[in-house]
T-cell receptor, first 114, second 115 residues
């Protein structure tokens, strides 16, 4: 069975500082990996996704993530956070063969200090 | 283009009452998913449909929950009878299928409170 672990429940970062959110997955085959962001009271929005190819993927809002097969990780990064990046971030793993059935991690809530 | 539309956005009901949540997927998307989000359990997949056919309902908590997709543009999630532990935010998401990119498009959710 597939699973996703996000070790950090909360992260507080100063505006302008860098941000890294950790994600580890368990999946029996080549995974399809995603990062979603959820602002308060809203649904989830896709930040970026990895299917194959270059292991460093770029997303919206200046985010990037790196797939490391040897570590079963897909960490999300941003060089300089903005106050508007305060939100909850979810890592997810899935397989197209399963009809887009995604399994989500528990989420990491990011607080941005001025 | 309109996104995934869910109704109602908020529902407060009393234990034992029937609750019906509604979802209109993005036009042309043939996969539809119902997720439940709670503080304790995070995001859980309840059920998903491909071409209006339920594919996996293993996440449906118990017989009190049922979901239908009578046509490509409408789905319902029903809880009968409702219980306080059903209080959660219920998300509907859709995706193009079979020509898909893996991305799920989420609605804004229906927040259910059962008193």
């Amino acid at each position: 069975a597939q699973s996703v672990t996000q070790p950090d429940i909360h992260i507080t970062v100063s505006e302008g500082a860098s941000l890294e959110l950790r994600c580890n997955y368990s999946y029996g085959a080549t995974p399809y990996l995603f990062w979603y962001v959820q602002s308060p009271g809203q649904g989830l929005q896709l930040l970026l996704k990895y299917f194959s190819g270059d292991t460093l993927v770029q997303g919206i809002k200046g985010f990037e993530a790196e797939f490391k097969r040897s570590q079963s990780s897909f960490n999300l990064r941003k060089p300089s956070v903005h106050w508007s990046d305060a939100a909850e971030y979810f890592c997810a793993v899935g397989a197209l063969a399963a009809g887009n059935k995604l399994t989500f991690g528990g989420g990491t809530r990011v607080l941005v200090k001025p | 283009d309109a996104g995934v539309i869910q109704s109602p956005r908020h529902e407060v009901t009393e234990m034992g009452q029937e609750v019906t949540l509604r979802c209109k997927p993005i036009s042309g998307h043939n996969s539809l998913f119902w997720y439940r989000q709670t503080m304790m359990r995070g995001l859980e997949l309840l059920i998903y449909f491909n071409n209006n056919v339920p594919i996996d309902d293993s996440g449906m908590p118990e017989d009190r929950f049922s979901a239908k997709m009578p046509n490509a543009s409408f789905s319902t999630l029903k809880i009968q009878p409702s219980e306080p532990r059903d209080s959660a935010v219920y998300f509907c998401a859709s995706s193009p299928y079979p020509k898909n990119t893996g991305e799920l498009f989420f609605g804004e959710g229906s927040r259910l409170t059962v008193l």
